[in-house]
């Protein structure tokens, strides 16, 4: 796909985003969330409640940040993990960067030049 071509499906998709909003109108009830956040510390275990009774917003804001933070970096880390051991022909079970006996080993190929 060009960029040319992403661009005009960007633009037309946010076309139709803002009139479906002039059409239907936005709720703000869908921003008030207090029910749900009553009804979570009314239900959440006896040793947390005390917790969730004080805690403000921004920290809870904060912490669900962080958190989603440390899963993306956790995922990023394993996945690079994966493709540095596929690249680097060190996949191997033992630690030693060998490959484990009887599996097939393929040369590297050296670039031209």
């Given at each position: 796909m060009?960029t040319?071509?992403?661009?005009?499906i960007?633009?037309?998709?946010?076309?139709?985003?803002?009139?479906?909003d002039?059409?239907?109108?936005?709720?703000?009830?869908?921003?008030?969330?207090?029910?749900?956040?009553?009804?979570?510390?009314?239900?959440?275990p006896?040793?947390?409640?005390?917790?969730?009774?004080?805690?403000?917003?921004?920290?809870?804001?904060?912490?669900?940040?962080?958190?989603?933070?440390?899963?993306?970096?956790?995922g990023?880390?394993?996945?690079?993990?994966?493709?540095?051991?596929?690249?680097?022909?060190?996949?191997?079970?033992?630690?030693?960067?060998?490959?484990l006996s009887?599996?097939?080993?393929?040369p590297?190929?050296r670039?031209?030049?």
């Amino acid at each position: 796909m060009t960029t040319l071509t992403t661009l005009a499906i960007a633009v037309v998709g946010a076309i139709v985003l803002v009139v479906a909003d002039l059409l239907f109108g936005s709720n703000p009830d869908l921003l008030d969330t207090e029910g749900q956040e009553r009804w979570l510390a009314r239900h959440a275990p006896d040793a947390l409640q005390p917790m969730l009774r004080h805690i403000d917003r921004r920290v809870a804001g904060g912490i669900m940040v962080a958190a989603s933070f440390a899963a993306v970096l956790s995922g990023a880390v394993a996945v690079g993990l994966v493709f540095d051991s596929i690249y680097g022909n060190r996949a191997s079970l033992d630690g030693t960067g060998r490959p484990l006996s009887g599996a097939p080993t393929t040369p590297r190929r050296r670039p031209p030049g």
